[in-house]
């Protein structure tokens, strides 16, 4: 008996664990280093090639302006002509510009029409310098666009799947300069929480300390608020490269704030793990009231010499309400409470009620969070 009931402890055990791994995230997952970020570029360029859906340069003047100059820097005078192409589309292009990108390699671009074009399927841009903020020259953009809408139209009916005036171009602009970005030149090192919460960030600490403690003997990490976390390098001679890689591979489990989020537009309801509700008896009736207008004509007697016919209304109201059934709920876990709301048999809208009602009785052990 003695043995079973060791058995049976050791894969209550093991069960335990292996729920709580499943929970665990990797700190990669939830964090993110101070100082290494994206920043976006953007710029105005042309997109030709396009099968007659480009913009009419008559009610787009800048694309006319823009084709005039792209063909004067290629020696072509058309400043005297009247262009009529429908081939050009005006874009803008936009993309964002990774931490420690170096010259030479590849990113991705969005390309967006500015004119009246209908579709830029087909089409292709020409090079296109991409700017920061600070007005300088990152990245050149060119290639072949891949639209995935389409817009059909003819005399009396058109179709549209999609959007047909934005693209994507893979890996379309190369990178001409870079940021400078170095780890040798942060000032500290510093992770910041996705989802700021005091409890995950010590968690995130203890972590850390327990990892470096085993590996170099020494505490590395220190909470500094429920956002941010402050590493410092065991010694100069290791690599700060591979110490970071080591400590995102560390698990942690993260804590979720008690919320509920209730999208009316959409009717869906999302309750996070740690919501409770307090036992509250909840019931719920649907009322359907009919009204229908029924207008009828009334016509003047026979032979009458100062009648006239007359529209009157007539208005007929009705009123149903459905039997709700008293049911009874609460829970400390996320599936009681779920198998107690399914227990009424609800429709969303339902749902989205009665939650905003046991919010209101005090009943409900969470942030309600209504968009």
């Known amino acids: 008996m003695k043995t079973v009931m060791n058995w049976l402890a050791a894969g209550v055990l093991g069960l335990l664990l292996t729920l709580e791994a499943q929970a665990a995230v990797r700190i990669k997952d939830i964090t993110s280093l101070q100082g290494v970020r994206d920043n976006q570029l953007v710029g105005y360029g042309l997109v030709i090639g396009l099968l007659g859906t480009g913009d009419t340069l008559r009610n787009a003047p800048f694309t006319e302006q823009s084709l005039q100059s792209m063909l004067d820097s290629m020696g072509v005078n058309v400043r005297d002509a009247r262009l009529r192409t429908r081939n050009v589309a005006a874009v803008v292009v936009t993309a964002n510009f990774p931490a420690f990108a170096q010259k030479g390699s590849r990113i991705d671009v969005t390309v967006s029409s500015l004119g ?3 579709s830029l399927s087909g089409g292709t841009l020409i090079a296109t310098p991409l700017m920061g903020a600070d007005g300088k020259v990152y990245a050149v953009a060119q290639g072949a666009m891949t639209v995935s809408g389409f817009s059909e139209q003819g005399d009396a009916q058109s179709l549209r799947a999609g959007v047909a005036t934005s693209g994507l171009i893979s890996n379309g602009a190369i990178v001409e300069r870079e940021i400078g970005d170095s780890f040798a030149r942060l000032p500290n090192l510093v ?3 996705s989802n700021p919460d005091f409890k995950t960030a010590v968690r995130v600490a203890d972590a850390i300390n327990a990892f470096s403690r085993a590996r170099y003997g020494v505490k590395l990490a220190r909470e500094r608020d429920l956002r941010s976390v402050e590493l410092r390098l065991p010694g100069r001679e290791v690599n700060m490269t591979r110490f970071i890689a080591e ?3 560390l698990a942690v489990q993260p804590d979720t704030p008690a919320r ?8 869906t309801v999302v309750i996070g793990s740690n919501v409770q509700i307090s036992t509250v008896a909840v019931t719920h009736g649907n009322l359907v009231v009919r009204v229908t207008e029924d207008p009828y004509a009334s016509q003047p007697a026979p032979f009458s010499e100062r009648g006239e016919t007359v529209v009157l209304p007539h208005t007929t109201i009705e009123a149903e309400q459905e039997s709700g059934n008293m049911s009874i709920i ?9 198998s107690g709301l399914n227990r009424i048999g609800l429709r969303p809208a339902g749902v989205i009620s009665i939650l ?3 919010k209101t009785a005090g009943a409900l052990q969470a942030d309600l969070i209504i968009q």
């Open 116 to 118: 009246d074009a209908g």
């Open 191 to 193: 992770l910041e929480l």
């Open 247 to 249: 400590i995102e591979g």
């Open 260 to 267: 509920v989020v209730v999208d009316e537009r959409t009717g």
């Open 330 to 338: 609460g829970g400390t876990d996320l599936q009681t409470l779920v």
């Open 356 to 358: 905003q009602t046991i």
